[in-house]
Antibody, heavy 120, light 107 residues
Framework: EVQLVESGGDLVQPGGSLRLSCAAS????????IHWVRQAPGKGLEWVSV???????YYADSVRARFAISRDNSKNTVYLQMDALTAEDTGVYFC??????????????WGQGTLVTVSS | DIQMTQSPSSLSASLRDRVTITCRTS??????LNWYQQKPGKAPKVLIY???TLQSGVPSRFSGSGSGTSFTLSISNLQPEDSATYYC??????????FGQGTILEI
């Protein structure tokens, strides 16, 4: 079964750091594009970051220079290192695999999400 | 950046009704538009990709149309399990993906 499972969410103080994990099963992360998407409490979805199969990485302007996406092929896991956290980073973080045809792409599946709370 | 505007922001409908949700983009995205359903406490689930292609396993009550800057998601014969929030998403400017603000559907 193709599945993604996030972990690592926690309560952290402003200015602190946290590393989220996204463990994949049923497929290999190094041959796929893996994204992070977040959702603030009661709000909509916000794309955060992606790591391509070739290793290229991209970030939303709101997190660039503070967040870093990476992967460990031996563990079939993608990570999101989050530094200099602020209250605006609070929310549920989902990882998702990008699926594509020649003319379109979308996210499927998604993990169940992990909650990050930034508060003193 | 491509801006996405969904309407309405919320709606209420009855069993067996048909509803339509609209997504407009700030520039032409051809058919690079997806629709997701999200239920409380759950991850989003893709319903439609490439504007009108139904994802495998999704009931045929769901349909998508549109191209360019205007798109619609239609749900016919509404069922109780269709109560959810629906989001559009553009992949035209990938890797700079963006989502609409969501439409809450209450049955």
């Amino acid at each position: 079964e193709v599945q993604l499972v996030e972990s690592g969410g926690d309560l952290v103080q402003p200015g602190g750091s946290l590393r989220l994990s996204c463990a994949a099963s049923g497929f290999t992360v190094n041959t796929n594009y893996i994204h992070w998407v977040r959702q603030a409490p009661g709000k909509g979805l916000e794309w955060v970051s992606v790591i391509y199969s070739g290793g290229d990485t991209y970030y939303a302007d709101s997190v660039r220079a503070r967040f870093a996406i990476s992967r460990d092929n031996s563990k079939n896991t993608v990570y999101l290192q989050m530094d200099a956290l602020t209250a605006e980073d609070t929310g549920v973080y989902f990882c998702a695999r990008e699926m594509a045809t020649i003319s379109s792409s979308w996210f499927d599946p998604w993990g169940q999400g992990t909650l990050v709370t930034v508060s003193s | 950046d491509i801006q996405m505007t969904q309407s309405p922001s919320s709606l209420s409908a009855s069993l067996r009704d048909r509803v339509t949700i609209t997504c407009r983009t700030s520039q032409n995205i051809n058919n690079y538009l997806n629709w997701y359903q999200q239920k409380p406490g759950k991850a989003p689930k893709v319903l439609i990709y490439a504007a009108s292609t139904l994802q495998s396993g999704v009931p045929s009550r769901f349909s998508g149309s549109g191209s360019g800057t205007s798109f619609t998601l239609s749900i016919s014969n509404l069922q109780p399990e269709d109560s959810a929030t629906y989001y559009c998403q553009q992949s035209y400017s990938a890797p700079r993906w963006s989502f609409g603000q969501g439409t809450i559907l209450e049955i």
